[in-house]
Each structure stands twice: as structure tokens, then as C-alpha cells.
């Protein structure tokens, strides 16, 4: 079974500029979370999709922004970026379920740095 | 809110001693505790989780955790440290079954040395 992919691995981009990260969860999984990994802050939560709807968010300002496909897929759109914004972007995918047994299953990141 | 506090950004052992790593959470609700590892360029890898069913939480590589309510502690142990174990190790809080929105500690390296 296929892990968590993340594309792309590394991105660059300069101040003002947006950008998008994609997320394709372990099939099955209907459920995708994003969190942002920094030096600084360190994890924090950014939004959870289920079933192509946002089910929970965390607290970034609105150039954040997300969607799911009927897929399951992912995707992450920061706009007018800043340079605090560069950091390691985690995906995470799980059935959405809940309960005793639910696991996330993260993928490796998308590291971007804004210029 | 929910909180986890992680005692010692930086943590060294020689092989084969015994791993501690600290994780002390703050929680109105009974709450879910977790324990993950992040390996260089990778991303989280669940050691063990506590919901509940017992207070001895035994998770993947040897490591196991113990839920303690009166020190609202959950430690995360193992008897005897290998090279492979140096990694940063993040505890984690969420205060439901869904387990999507954790709130992270802010993690300990873990340093092993022959």
C-alpha cells in the first residue's frame, strides 16, 4: 500500500507570490490534515479535510487555504506569500473515522522557502 | 486549551542506556496522548498513542509510554537506547477520538552516542 505523497518535495518562491501544494493520501483514507513545521513554532495544525469538506481548522490568517477532491487528494494554497511562511509542510492522511484505532499517516513534506 | 510541554529541547545517551523523554500535558478533558518520531527529512511516524485502555502504553521499536493522571505525565521510555533511535521525538495532545487536530510539544532531540 502506497504511503502519504507529497509533491512537490522543495519549492522556492519569492515574497507576494502564491503557491500550492498537493497531498495524495493512502488510498482508503478520506480524511487529510496539513501542518506547517517551523523552527519557531514548531507543529501547528492547519486545516483537516474530510469527504471534500474543511472539518477542522487551526488558527492561520486567511491566505491559508485548502481543498479535497472527490479523490481524497489534497491540495494547499498559501497566497501573497511572506517570508515567515517558509517552512516544512506536512500532510497527513487517515480513514476520518475516529475512534481507538485511528492513525495518521503522515507524509515527508514539502519544504518551501520564500525569498 | 489543550497543551503539551516537552522537558529539555536536547537529550543524550550513550548506547544501550535508558531513554527518558519528558511530556507533561495540560488538559480539561481526559485527554488522547501521543508520542512520534521524525527522522532526518521525513515526516511523523506514530511511536504509540494512549486512549484510554490502559494507563502502560506499549508502541513500535521498544519504546512504551505511561499515562500517570496525578502527574499529568506521559514519559515516553526505552530499556536501552540504539543508533538508530537518534531522531526528534514530538508528544502530542488531542482532545478527541478524530485525532486530526493535534496540538504538538515543541519536541526533543534525541542524541546517541556510541
Known amino acids: 500500500k502506497a504511503g502519504v505523497t507529497q509533491t512537490p518535495r522543495y519549492l522556492i518562491k519569492t515574497r507576494g507570490q502564491q503557491v500550492t501544494l498537493s497531498c495524495s493520501p493512502i488510498?482508503?483514507?478520506?480524511?487529510v490534515s496539513w501542518y506547517q513545521q517551523t523552527p519557531g513554532q514548531g507543529l501547528q495544525f492547519l486545516f483537516e479535510?474530510?469527504?471534500?469538506?474543511?472539518?477542522n481548522k487551526g488558527n492561520f490568517p486567511g491566505r491559508f487555504s485548502g481543498r479535497q477532491f472527490s479523490n481524497s487528494r489534497s491540495e494547499m494554497n498559501v497566497s501573497t506569500l511572506e517570508l515567515g511562511d517558509s517552512a516544512l509542510y506536512l500532510c497527513?492522511?487517515?480513514?476520518?473515522?475516529?475512534?481507538?484505532?485511528?492513525?495518521?499517516?503522515f507524509g515527508s513534506g514539502t519544504q518551501l522557502s520564500v525569498l | 486549551a489543550q497543551s503539551v510541554t516537552q522537558l529539555g529541547s536536547h537529550v543524550s545517551v550513550s548506547e544501550g542506556a535508558l531513554v527518558l523523554l519528558r511530556c507533561n500535558y495540560s488538559?480539561?478533558?481526559?485527554?488522547?496522548l501521543f508520542w512520534y518520531v521524525q527522522y532526518p527529512n521525513q515526516g511523523l511516524q506514530l511511536l504509540l498513542k494512549y486512549t484510554s485502555a490502559a494507563t502502560l502504553v506499549k508502541g513500535i521499536n521498544g519504546f512504551e509510554a505511561e499515562f500517570k493522571k496525578s502527574e499529568t505525565s506521559f514519559h515516553l521510555t526505552k530499556p536501552s537506547a540504539h543508533m538508530s533511535d537518534a531522531a526528534e521525538y514530538f508528544c502530542a495532545v488531542s482532545k478527541n477520538t478524530g485525532f486530526q487536530k493535534l496540538v504538538f510539544g515543541t519536541g526533543t532531540r534525541l542524541l546517541v552516542s556510541p
Open positions: 488538559s480539561s478533558v481526559p485527554p488522547y
Open positions: 488510498s482508503g483514507h478520506r480524511s
Open positions: 497527513a492522511s487517515s480513514s476520518g473515522q475516529g475512534g481507538p484505532n485511528e492513525k495518521l499517516f
Open positions: 479535510y474530510f469527504s471534500e469538506t474543511q472539518r
